[in-house]
């Protein structure tokens, strides 16, 4: 089985020296990736900047910077794949305008417009096989659920893992996660503050057990 992963940050150059980026680590992507590996599954790991470095050799390792990088690798590898794992903290938006050179520091304020990026789950999604398996994941503030359930339909999603900054030990950073694993057909698995490499496997045991893999 092929699967598609992508993880950690998008960055979004302002100059040669400035981007807008977030606190991704992409340690949850590359658990992901190295348990998928483990059970067999061939992995196309899309990677934002990150410093980790993979171990099995049934990885593919491709390395972007931006999300528009981003985007056009997923599309390049998203048909051939039966399971596609989008854990990756991609920018929402990137500047208009990405100055060639560095920015200098002066009175006035510094405006900087920008413009949405391509969603590129939704982009996956609507053009998903009815045998190919989408997981994504929320991160949430506040409405946890509702936004992770929503962002589920909207992107048709086959599962979503929600987990949220409001627990401690869970989200960027850390070793540990702590989420909820919710499926179309609103079944829910709670798990505990675990090791992301736990959480992982759990995820993967989900994606195993769908009647069609």
Same mark, same amino acid.
């Given at each position: 089985?092929?699967?598609?992963? =992508?993880?950690?940050? !998008?960055?979004?150059?302002?100059?040669?020296?400035?981007?807008? @980026?977030?606190?991704? =680590? @992409?340690?949850?992507?590359?658990?992901?990736?190295?348990?998928?590996?483990? *059970?067999?599954?061939?992995?196309?790991?899309?990677?934002?900047?990150? %410093? /980790?470095?993979?171990? %099995?050799?049934?990885?593919?390792?491709?390395?972007?910077?931006?999300?528009?990088?981003?985007?056009?690798?997923?599309?390049?590898?998203?048909?051939?794949?039966?399971?596609?794992?989008? *854990?990756?903290?991609?920018?929402?938006?990137?500047?208009?305008?990405?100055?060639?050179?560095?920015?200098?520091?002066?009175?006035?304020?510094?405006?900087?417009?920008? &413009?949405? !990026?391509?969603?590129?789950?939704?982009?996956?999604? &609507?053009?998903?096989?009815?045998?190919?398996?989408?997981?994504?994941?929320?991160?949430?503030?506040?409405?946890?659920?509702?936004?992770?359930?929503?962002?589920?339909?909207?992107?048709?999603?086959?599962?979503?893992?929600?987990?949220?900054?409001?627990?401690?030990?869970?989200?960027?950073? $850390?070793?540990?996660? +702590?989420?909820?694993?919710?499926?179309?057909?609103?079944?829910?698995?709670?798990?505990? /503050?675990?090791?992301?490499?736990?959480?992982?496997? +759990?995820?993967?045991?989900?994606?195993? !057990?769908?009647? $069609?893999?």
């Amino acid at each position: 089985m092929k699967t598609l992963i =992508t993880a950690g940050p !998008t960055y979004e150059r302002i100059d040669p020296v400035r981007f807008i @980026g977030n606190f991704s =680590t @992409g340690k949850m992507g590359f658990a992901l990736a190295e348990a998928c590996a483990e *059970c067999g599954f061939e992995v196309v790991l899309i990677a934002g900047v990150v %410093h /980790l470095q993979t171990q %099995h050799t049934n990885i593919q390792r491709i390395d972007v910077e931006s999300a528009a990088q981003m985007y056009d690798a997923v599309m390049k590898n998203f048909t051939d794949c039966d399971v596609a794992i989008f *854990c990756a903290a991609v920018a929402d938006f990137t500047p208009e305008v990405v100055y060639s050179e560095k920015v200098k520091r002066k009175d006035n304020d510094l405006i900087i417009k920008l &413009k949405p !990026t391509q969603d590129i789950a939704a982009a996956a999604g &609507k053009i998903k096989r009815k045998n190919q398996f989408i997981v994504g994941f929320a991160l949430e503030t506040n409405d946890e659920e509702s936004n992770a359930i929503s962002k589920m339909q909207r992107k048709n999603f086959d599962m979503i893992v929600l987990n949220s900054l409001n627990d401690k030990g869970a989200g960027f950073g $850390y070793d540990t996660n +702590k989420v909820t694993i919710i499926k179309k057909n609103g079944e829910k698995i709670f798990l505990p /503050l675990l090791s992301k490499k736990e959480v992982a496997e +759990k995820i993967i045991n989900e994606i195993k !057990t769908i009647s $069609y893999f």
